[in-house]
Nanobody, 133 residues
Framework: QVELVESGGGLVQPGGSLRLSCAAS????????MGWFRQAPGKEREGVSCISSRGGSTYYTDSVKGRFTISRDNVKNTLYPQMNRLKPEDTAVYYC??????????????????????????WGQGTQVTVSS
């Protein structure tokens, strides 16, 4: 069975940290470009970050640059988005997505254009992150 299963969301105070997990089954995560998105209530889905297959390149949207990182554990076949210095405006449902494209060069433009074009092959179910005191 091919799927992405997300976990690690929750309630955290401003300034805190969370590490999300996006575990893949049925395919090798490192062979796929990975996108990381979020959707706040009443807003459209926003591209947060991406990492190309085999970790060739990464991208972070300006609002999270310097606070969020994305990495893979190939042994566990899992993607780990790490969120530090969280702000209330980071509150959203967070999604990971996988695209079978070895030529995907990670950038803000590619992250969003491939989402609009429905190029991502698999999506996680989403995990809620709430930043509040």
């Amino acid at each position: 069975q091919v799927e992405l299963v997300e976990s690690g969301g929750g309630l955290v105070q401003p300034g805190g940290s969370l590490r999300l997990s996006c575990a893949a089954s049925g395919f090798i995560l490192d062979d796929y470009a990975m996108g990381w998105f979020r959707q706040a209530p009443g807003k459209e889905r926003e591209g947060v970050s991406c990492i190309s297959s085999r970790g060739g390149s990464t991208y972070y949207t300006d609002s999270v640059k310097g606070r969020f990182t994305i990495s893979r554990d190939n042994v566990k076949n899992t993607l780990y988005p790490q969120m530090n210095r969280l702000k209330p405006e980071d509150t959203a449902v967070y999604y990971c997505a996988a695209e079978d494209d070895p030529d995907f060069s990670c950038s803000g433009r590619a992250l969003v254009s491939d989402y609009v074009a429905n190029e991502y092959d698999y999506w996680g179910q989403g995990t809620q992150v709430t930043v509040s005191s």
